[in-house]
């Protein structure tokens, strides 16, 4: 976010305080980062456009219960990461749930575009994809959400660290703990 929205300047307390103004204002000039914030993570144009709306209405809808003990950023980011959260636990949902019906497998790797692979490419591919998701999987839920958020999402760190609320050299040491705990994993899962 690019403007402090701290103090006078804080959309919430001012909409419980009856001013909508700042909130309004806030709205305006942020929704582009909120915007990037999701694409970044992976959503896509029109699914990212739902979870902004989300967010807002989420804030707006909290402002009679909330209280400014700290950077509105930071709030406001930790609301947008919840809706993300929130959403991809609903799309986990309704694919476990689309995948049992079909009796499907489980999910590959995206393939190259314009190529098909081989059955043993395949095979290869989902062995592998799915061994480091289930070590993912057994990561402790603050290992693997700064990992996720750090490597697999991309997200620069600082922003990381501002969405988790802990410091930047604590997200440091919970990705590269997690990486390493990884590839212990994963040398055990292939008997090396």
Same mark, same amino acid.
């Given at each position: ?13 001012? /909409? ?79 694919? &476990? ?8 497998? $489980? ?9 098909? $692979?081989? $059955? ?43 969405? /988790? ?24 899962? &292939?008997?090396?």
């Amino acid at each position: 976010m690019r403007e402090r929205w701290d103090g006078e300047r804080d959309p919430l307390a001012a /909409l419980a305080a009856g001013r909508p103004e700042p909130f309004e204002e806030f709205v305006a000039a942020e929704a582009g980062s909120l915007l990037g914030f999701f694409r970044r993570l992976g959503a896509g144009p029109g699914e990212a456009e739902d979870l902004v709306q989300e967010t807002v209405l989420k804030l707006f809808k909290g402002a009679q219960n909330y209280q400014p003990n700290g950077r509105f950023e930071a709030y406001a980011f930790r609301a947008a990461r919840n809706v993300w959260i929130d959403s991809r636990r609903r799309a986990a949902v309704r694919e &476990r749930t689309a995948s049992e019906s079909e009796d499907a497998g $489980p999910m590959l790797v995206e393939d190259v575009p314009g190529r098909e $692979p081989e $059955p043993f490419e395949e095979m290869q591919l989902e062995e592998r994809s799915e061994l480091l998701y289930s070590a993912v999987r057994r990561l402790d839920a603050l290992h693997r959400e700064a990992f996720e958020l750090g490597v697999m999402q991309g997200l620069p760190y600082v922003e990381v660290s501002e969405l /988790l609320g802990v410091p930047i050299g604590t997200v440091k040491s919970r990705v590269y703990n997690a990486v390493q705990r990884l590839r212990e994993d994963l040398r055990r899962e &292939r008997g090396l």
